[in-house]
């Protein structure tokens, strides 16, 4: 693994000294954090290391485990891996020094958009929406609804309670009106649908993922639609893309439904050599094929969703790759 000349870095909890210096004139062997192996990441790992051996076969990507984008941008700043998959709105907490970053850090920069299509999906009990005449997030309000959302502290959950509040709902206003929040793995998430312990699921999901489909075996579900200015308000302040989740998506929806999408993006220290990431990018583009392959979901990745981030800054030398 390479270093390169970083600013010190800080830790979730303290602030570090970096210390690593120098540059090398040409990049070859990368590390990678990602996340849990055998997840999409680690595909998007193998892809990158196809990409690039595309373009130099003694070129290589070596993927790192990790706890996901906040522990990336942390790691990399550190020095422990020369690139991070991250999403987006992990990106932009960690450039405000938002929660649980305790001070601005945006010593990083985009190489690519790796996907945006994965919606927040609000996935409902349909008897219970009905008894309760709930067709948006915004009718959940004075509802003694039990919500389940992702882990406590990673995107998906942070998401949906910024959604809510900004809904006019804060997850202490659930348990006063009889409901709850319970904080799950997709898994047990599915188990609470099915059994009917939760009334709503919501998280960052492809379209068609399989658990959604499990629940449906089950229970009945009704999708519930993001009003137009939460949706605005999470793309200005979160990285979010506006979306819709269009009718006929599942055999169960009637209607187009408007939400908000999660982003994912390769990136880099500000610091990395230019030349390299227009290299690296270019390598990317040019063998977009790799990264599309490694997953049915991905076969939607274009160099224009590459160069689609907002956000964020993109690295000069990407910049200088997308131009040419």
């Known amino acids: 693994m390479k270093t390169y000349a970083r600013k010190p870095a800080l830790l979730l909890s303290a602030v570090v000294a970096a210390g690593l210096a ?13 996340a849990s192996p055998g997840g999409l990441w680690g595909l998007l790992g193998v892809g990158l290391d196809a990409a690039v051996k595309q373009t130099d076969p003694s070129s290589s990507v070596t993927y790192q485990t990790s706890s996901g984008g906040f522990a990336n941008i ?30 601005p850090m945006d010593d990083f920069a985009l190489v690519a958009v790796l996907y945006n299509w994965a919606p927040m999906q609000w996935l409902m009990n349909e008897q219970f929406a009905e008894q309760h005449g709930i067709v948006s997030i915004a009718d959940m309000v004075g509802k003694p609804v039990d919500l389940v959302v992702n882990r406590r502290g ?12 900004q809904a006019g709902l804060t997850f202490d206003d659930l348990s006063s009106a009889g409901g709850s929040v319970q904080y799950q793995g997709s898994q047990t998430a599915e188990e609470l649908m099915k059994d009917g312990r939760g009334d709503v699921w919501t998280n ?44 006929g998506s599942y055999e169960w929806q009637d209607a187009d439904v408007p939400t908000f999408s999660a982003q994912a993006a390769l990136i880099v220290p500000k610091s990395m050599d230019s030349a390299e990431v227009e290299a690296l990018t270019r390598s990317l583009v040019e063998n977009i094929d790799q990264l599309t392959q490694v997953h049915s979901s991905m076969q939607a990745l274009t160099p224009e969703i590459m160069q689609s981030g907002k956000s964020v800054a993109y690295h000069e030398g990407a910049l200088a790759a997308y131009a040419n």
């Open 22 to 34: 120098g540059t090398e004139a040409k990049a070859e062997n990368y590390t990678l954090c990602g």
């Open 74 to 103: 942390v790691q990399m700043s550190q020095g422990a891996c020369d690139m991070a998959i991250v999403h987006m709105g992990e990106a932009v907490i960690a450039n405000n020094g938002d929660e649980p970053f305790p001070v």
């Open 154 to 165: 990673i995107l998906p959950s942070i998401l949906a309670e910024v959604a809510l509040e």
């Open 204 to 247: 960052a999901m492809f379209i068609g993922t399989g658990s959604i489909g499990s629940i449906a075996e089950s229970v009945d579900l009704r999708l519930l639609s993001v009003p137009e200015d939460v949706v605005a308000y999470m793309a200005e302040n979160y990285g979010s893309l506006p979306s819709v989740i269009p009718a």
